[in-house]
């Protein structure tokens, strides 16, 4: 495959990462800039203070569905392990860094979701399953969804995932982690929360 293949499709997992599902739902149906409105994060949780719980589903399906497809392409041009491994990271960096909205995004959980159950289900699913334990122990949502998502890569790694795809769930766990900091940090000191 030509060199400027792979970074077309990287891009294009970028600019499918830049359609903000929340932020043009929430200006379509109220005419509001969900900047302005919670957290000022595009992402499903913060569509739900505006259009509430139909808004969240409508967004995080959305989310879910441009990692799917950023990956579909990827994978449909039999890309070597590094573009997909670029295509998760780039969705994910589009999703929280949209450049048309001056890179004020969400944060990243749906659509790095999407392109990771496209590439493998299997990692997906275990993630997931492996929030959810997580909750169960520890009864702190966002922290045990940080802590599985940053486990990603290890899962890829007891499933024979090449190195690259484990350095891209590394990359995408590490950026989910970063743009949740001020979740995770509200989290460790609910006190400090209004």
């Given at each position: 495959?030509?060199?400027?293949?792979?970074?077309?499709?990287?891009?294009?997992?970028?600019?499918?990462?830049c359609i903000a599902v929340?932020?043009?739902?929430?200006?379509?149906?109220?005419?509001?800039?969900?900047?302005?409105?919670g957290s000022g994060a595009?992402?499903?949780?913060?569509?739900?203070?505006?259009?509430?719980?139909?808004?969240?589903?409508?967004?995080?399906?959305?989310?879910?569905?441009?990692?799917?497809?950023?990956?579909?392409?990827?994978?449909?041009?039999?890309?070597?392990?590094?573009?997909?491994?670029?295509?998760?990271?780039?969705?994910?960096?589009?999703?929280?860094?949209?450049?048309?909205?001056?890179?004020?995004?969400?944060?990243?959980?749906?659509?790095a979701f999407g392109a990771?159950?496209?590439?493998?289900?299997?990692?997906?699913?275990?993630?997931?399953?492996?929030?959810?334990?997580?909750?169960?122990?520890?009864?702190?949502?966002?922290?045990?969804?940080?802590?599985?998502?940053?486990?990603?890569?290890?899962?890829?790694?007891?499933?024979?995932?090449?190195?690259?795809?484990?350095?891209?769930?590394?990359?995408?766990?590490?950026?989910?982690?970063?743009?949740?900091?001020?979740?995770?940090?509200?989290?460790?000191?609910?006190?400090?929360?209004?």
């Amino acid at each position: 495959m030509l060199i400027l293949t792979q970074i077309t499709i990287i891009f294009i997992a970028y600019l499918l990462g830049c359609i903000a599902v929340g932020y043009y739902l929430v200006r379509w149906r109220t005419g509001r800039d969900l900047h302005e409105i919670g957290s000022g994060a595009t992402g499903g949780r913060n569509t739900a203070r505006a259009l509430g719980k139909t808004g969240a589903i409508v967004t995080a399906v959305g989310d879910v569905l441009k990692g799917v497809i950023a990956m579909w392409i990827a994978l449909w041009f039999n890309s070597a392990p590094w573009v997909v491994a670029f295509v998760m990271v780039a969705v994910l960096l589009g999703h929280i860094y949209p450049v048309q909205l001056k890179f004020k995004g969400g944060k990243g959980l749906s659509a790095a979701f999407g392109a990771v159950l496209a590439y493998d289900y299997r990692i997906a699913l275990l993630t997931a399953l492996l929030a959810g334990l997580f909750s169960l122990v520890s009864r702190r949502v966002t922290l045990s969804f940080m802590a599985a998502v940053f486990c990603a890569w290890l899962i890829g790694l007891y499933l024979g995932a090449s190195w690259e795809i484990v350095a891209g769930l590394f990359a995408c766990g590490a950026i989910i982690v970063f743009a949740h900091r001020q979740n995770v940090k509200e989290s460790l000191n609910p006190e400090t929360t209004t």
